[in-house]
Structure formats: C-alpha cells, structure tokens
T-cell receptor, first 112, second 116 residues
Framework: QKEVEQNSGPLSVPEGAIASLNCTYS??????FFWYRQYSGKSPELIMFIYSNGDKEDGRFTAQLNKASQYVSLLIRDSQPSDSATYLCAVNSRSNDYKLSFGAGTTVTVRA | GAVVSQHPSWVICKSGTSVKIECRSLDFQATTMFWYRQFPKQSLMLMAT?????????EQGVEKDKFLINHASLTLSTLTVTSAHPEDSSFYIC????????????FGPGTRLTVL
C-alpha cells in the first residue's frame, strides 16, 4: 500500500465550478498535511497546510482533514483556468523523521 | 513566503562529467534541507536529507557516492551529481523547512539536468 494516495485524475472542470481533490494516507501517526500546486515544468508551490481535524479555508481553497478516516481533501471554488495544474498531497509524520511523503498528484484542467 | 533559490536553473552536460547544484535559503536559516528528483509525469522522490554540520542521510536506493551532498552553511546546501549519465537526466528540486521545529517546507525553483 502506498503511503499517500490521490484520486488519479485527470480532473476536468468547467470554469467557475468546484474542483474536489482527495487524498488518503496510511500512517495513522501522521501529523501534518499539505497541498502543493505544481505547474508544468515548475517546482511545487505550497497552497495549504492543515494540522487539525475539520476545515481550513484560504480564499478559494478549503482543506478538509479527517484523521479518523485518514483522509484529507482540497476544494477549489470558482475554479479558474489559472488553477489548471497538478496538485500534490503531502503528509509528514514524526515516525518518518518529518520527511514529506507525496502522493502521485492529480492533474486538474479548468475549461474556459 | 520564504524564498529558496537554486542555481543553475538548467544545465546540459556531457556524460561522465560532474554537475553541482546549489540550494540557498535567502531570508532564513535552514539546518536541514531536502533534495528531491522528479522524472517526467511522476511525483517527487526524496533523495536525501542535507544536514548542516553533519553527513547527509540518503534514502534507500540512492547512491551516496554518486550524489554528493554538502551542507556548507546554514543557508547553503549543494548536490553534486558525479560522473553523470543520461539516466540521471531529471528535475532536481531542493526544499527547506522554515523555522525551528516546523515541518512546512518551501521548494526551490528546481534545476533541470540533461546529460547527453
């Protein structure tokens, strides 16, 4: 079982719609959860981090964490063409010396 | 946000030569930096953890004699790909956690290495 799994995608949504990205992780001791956005040919850019169960909102982005279900998600509201990118879920756990474990990524395309 | 820089942004070299990539934290000190490699259409793979003042720790399967890491100061880590071969062609990215005791990592812009 992979440490971090994401819905495979690609995900295509119309402009203005909500894009929903899902991520599950295997290490129950994981403590920190991150969403990175990566444009083609570029390095990852941190867009959200969440540590506690529940929702965290930042602008058009909302991260949701459920530690009991070992599940973290990212919602992108009012999707824009500029949101078209690959979104990487990353998980950090004390048992792994605080190294980030990355999912394979979900590619999102926002159709104008 | 915190800024991490890398140099060069891209490099082309001949097979058998060595290439050095620099990673700098520009407005904060980083006792730890991470080096990743990313092949096309794949996710990031952690290669090694660079530790200021001590040896780097390498992930399983990464040859420490081929990928030399030196964390020269609190703001600089270097990765040297020795005797590069075409299969080493990849996107190399460093990251650094910001602040003591934090695990939020910021990535450098990456270095694209092409070995002919």
């Amino acid at each position: 079982q992979k440490e971090v799994e994401q819905n495979s995608g690609p995900l295509s949504v119309p402009e203005g719609a909500i894009a929903s990205l899902n991520c599950t992780y295997s290490d129950r001791g994981s403590q920190s959860f991150f969403w990175y956005r990566q444009y083609s040919g570029k390095s990852p850019e941190l867009i959200m981090f969440i540590y506690s169960n529940g929702d965290k909102e930042d602008g058009r982005f909302t991260a949701q964490l459920n530690k009991a279900s070992q599940y973290v998600s990212l919602l992108i509201r009012d999707s824009q063409p500029s949101d078209s990118a690959t979104y990487l879920c990353a998980v950090n756990s004390r048992s792994n010396d605080y190294k980030l474990s990355f999912g394979a990524g979900t590619t999102v395309t926002v159709r104008a | 946000g915190a800024v991490v820089s890398q140099h060069p942004s891209w490099v082309i070299c001949k097979s058998g030569t060595s290439v050095k990539i620099e990673c700098r934290s520009l407005d904060f000190q980083a006792t730890t930096m991470f080096w990743y490699r990313q092949f096309p259409k794949q996710s990031l793979m952690l290669m090694a953890t660079s530790n200021e003042g001590s040896k780097a720790t390498y992930e399983q399967g990464v040859e420490k004699d081929k990928f030399l890491i030196n964390h020269a100061s609190l703001t600089l880590s270097t990765l040297t790909v020795t005797s590069a071969h075409p299969e080493d062609s990849s996107f190399y990215i460093c990251s650094a956690p910001v602040g003591v005791g934090t695990d939020t990592q910021y990535f450098g812009p990456g270095t694209r290495l092409t070995v002919l």
